[in-house]
């Protein structure tokens, strides 16, 4: 192949098709093709733009007496009125939520923090968390349509499991 550079594109076997001919001269470069400001594809959101995001979070640890769980995940609630609903056990807990988050990373990692940063204001026991679950919404409304994922849940508010 003359005129192609050793190690470009141009000058690797592609599978199926054999290798492809220059058409310009040793050393010339191909001109770049821009897309207009504003061009995306159908359906593609602005990275800028937030998405909302269903968040399932699991905490678990050592046993707590159940009235000081539901009193912290209802003050929790009360401070942060974003919490959709809470499920308990004296050793366990399940917190589900909408987060306004531009991707899944931003999105869970508030989710990450969630728990130990409002451990001391709302008085949540000293538990871990041991479970995270991020989806989209459109993803979190085809799995109730199809009747698997996370139950519609327990009406909003703390209940116990």
Same mark, same amino acid.
């Given at each position: 192949?003359?005129?192609?550079?050793?190690? !470009?594109?141009?000058?690797? @076997?592609?599978?199926?098709?054999?290798?492809?001919? /220059?058409?310009? @001269? /040793?050393?010339?470069?191909? &001109?770049?093709?821009?897309? %207009?400001?504003?061009?995306?594809?159908?359906? +593609?959101?602005? +990275?800028?733009? &937030?998405?909302?995001?269903?968040?399932?979070?699991?905490?678990?640890?050592?046993? /707590?007496?159940? &009235? +000081?769980?539901?009193? @912290?995940?209802?003050?929790?609630?009360?401070?942060?009125?974003?919490?959709?609903?809470?499920?308990?056990?004296?050793?366990?807990?399940?917190?589900?939520?909408? $987060?306004?988050?531009?991707?899944?990373?931003?999105? %869970?990692?508030?989710?990450?923090?969630?728990?130990? $940063?409002?451990?001391?204001? /709302?008085?949540?026991?000293?538990? +871990?968390?041991?479970?995270?679950?991020?989806?989209?919404?459109? !993803?979190?409304?085809q799995r109730i349509a199809a009747g698997y994922g996370p139950a519609p849940a327990? &009406?909003?508010?703390?209940?116990?499991?």
């Amino acid at each position: 192949m003359s005129g192609v550079r050793p190690g !470009t594109a141009a000058s690797r @076997a592609r599978p199926g098709g054999g290798a492809r001919k /220059a058409s310009r @001269a /040793a050393g010339e470069e191909r &001109p770049l093709t821009s897309v %207009a400001a504003g061009d995306r594809f159908r359906g +593609e959101e602005p +990275e800028h733009t &937030p998405r909302l995001w269903h968040v399932t979070l699991s905490v678990s640890g050592a046993r /707590a007496p159940l &009235p +000081e769980v539901r009193r @912290a995940l209802e003050q929790l609630a009360h401070d942060h009125p974003f919490l959709l609903t809470s499920r308990y056990a004296d050793d366990h807990a399940e917190i589900r939520y909408w $987060e306004e988050a531009r991707d899944l990373h931003d999105a %869970a990692a508030v989710a990450l923090r969630l728990w130990g $940063e409002h451990r001391q204001t /709302a008085g949540l026991p000293p538990w +871990e968390i041991v479970g995270l679950e991020v989806i989209d919404r459109v !993803t979190y409304h085809q799995r109730i349509a199809a009747g698997y994922g996370p139950a519609p849940a327990t &009406p909003v508010g703390v209940h116990p499991f």
